[in-house]
Every structure is written in structure tokens, then in C-alpha cells.
């Protein structure tokens, strides 16, 4: 089976840009999971969407967002960016059968702001 | 009460050694407790888990020991190799919370030939 996939790997903006960032979970897993990681805040849960609904939320500003679609795919946005949104962006995956805590990491998009 | 507190921040020792992360939480709510390891440049990969019914777990060389009374949980790495070098976070989760890992802040370990 295939893993997490994530696009783009690295991605450079500037400060107010917005960026988009894409997550394929692993087949026949509904629901995705989206943490920051930063060496100042470690690993920070951002959000979680199951079928096409967001049913978590961590204490990020309202600049952050996502979605996720038919197909169990996602998307998180972050509009205007700040120089502190630098960070590597994790999605992961989980509701496999029998397993549904375990949750599956991608390798992450290395977002810069400059 | 949310946090899960890991230490240490930094571990070193030779091959063969027996390095151990220990992890503290305080929301008894948490009944899920994963290990990830995590190698620079990729994400975290999960290692091992344990619920709290259970007092000890082993995979191969990786054994979690866990003690509900204190709300403590450690993992151990048995005979640790250079290949073993890597990041460990311990995190951990309510189950009717969804999907919401709270994470240590890490240990970085270094295995020496």
C-alpha cells in the first residue's frame, strides 16, 4: 500500500501570501490530520477532517484552514502568511479497519517565509 | 493538562546500550500512548503503542513500559545500533477526542559505534 503523500515538498513564500498544501492519505483511510512542527513548538495539532467534515481544531488563528474531499484527499490553506508560519507542515492519516487511533505521518512540506 | 512532558531533551550512548525516553501526562482521559520515530528530513514514523490496560508492550527491541498509577510511560531500546539515531517523540490521545495527538517535545538520541 502506498503511504502519505504530500505536495509540494518545499515551498518559499513571502510575508502576506497565502499558500495551499496538499495531503493523499492511505487508501481506504478517512480521516487526515494536520500538525506543524517547529523546533520552538514541536508538533502542534492544527486540525482533522473525516468525510469531508473538519471534527477537531487546535488553537490556531483562523488564517489556517482546510478541507478535505470526496476521494479522502485534503487541503490546508494559510493566508497571509507570517515569517513565524515557517515550519514543516505534517499531514497524517488514519481509520484503517482495526486501527483507529494509529495515525500514518507523510514526509511533510518544508514551508519558508520570507 | 493537556501536555505530555518527555525527557530527556538529548541522549547519548555506545552501541549495545539500553537508552530510555521517559513521558508524563496528567489528563487521565488519555488512553492511547504512541512512539514515533522520526529521522531528519521525513516524517514521524510510528513505532509502537500501548493502551493503558496493559503495563508493558515489546516489539522487536523497542518496549514500552507503562504505569497508569503514576501516569508515566517510557519507552526502551534494546541492544541500540547507530541506525537506531534519531528524533523519538512519545504523544498521546483520547479516543473519543478523534484524532488528536499531544505530542512530547522530543528526544534526540545518538547511538556511538
Known amino acids: 500500500k502506498a503511504g502519505v503523500t504530500q505536495t509540494p515538498r518545499y515551498l518559499i513564500k513571502t510575508r502576506g501570501q497565502q499558500v495551499t498544501l496538499s495531503c493523499s492519505p492511505i487508501?481506504?483511510?478517512?480521516?487526515v490530520s494536520w500538525y506543524q512542527q517547529t523546533p520552538g513548538q514541536g508538533l502542534q495539532f492544527l486540525f482533522e477532517?473525516?468525510?469531508?467534515?473538519?471534527?477537531n481544531k487546535g488553537n490556531f488563528p483562523g488564517r489556517f484552514s482546510g478541507r478535505q474531499f470526496s476521494n479522502s484527499r485534503s487541503e490546508m490553506n494559510v493566508s497571509t502568511l507570517e515569517l513565524g508560519d515557517s515550519a514543516l507542515y505534517l499531514c497524517?492519516?488514519?481509520?484503517?479497519?482495526?486501527?483507529?487511533?494509529?495515525?500514518?505521518f507523510g514526509p511533510g512540506t518544508r514551508l519558508t517565509v520570507l | 493538562q493537556q501536555q505530555v512532558k518527555q525527557s530527556p531533551q538529548s541522549l547519548i550512548v555506545q552501541k549495545g546500550g539500553i537508552p530510555i525516553i521517559n513521558c508524563a501526562y496528567e489528563?487521565?482521559?488519555?488512553?492511547?500512548f504512541p512512539w514515533y520515530q522520526q529521522f531528519p528530513g521525513k516524517g514521524p514514523a510510528l513505532l509502537i503503542a500501548?493502551?493503558?490496560?496493559?503495563s508493558e508492550k515489546k516489539e522487536g527491541r523497542f518496549t514500552i513500559s507503562f504505569n497508569k498509577s503514576a501516569k508515566q510511560f517510557s519507552l526502551h531500546i534494546m541492544d541500540s545500533q547507530p541506525g537506531d539515531s534519531a528524533t523519538y517523540f512519545c504523544a498521546a490521545i483520547v479516543s473519543g477526542g478523534y484524532n488528536k495527538l499531544i505530542f512530547g517535545a522530543g528526544t534526540r538520541l545518538a547511538v556511538h559505534p
Open positions: 497524517a492519516s488514519s481509520g484503517g479497519q482495526g486501527m483507529r487511533n494509529e495515525q500514518f
Open positions: 489528563n487521565t482521559a488519555f488512553d492511547y
Open positions: 487508501s481506504g483511510h478517512r480521516s
Open positions: 500501548i493502551r493503558p490496560d496493559v
Open positions: 477532517y473525516f468525510s469531508e467534515t473538519q471534527r
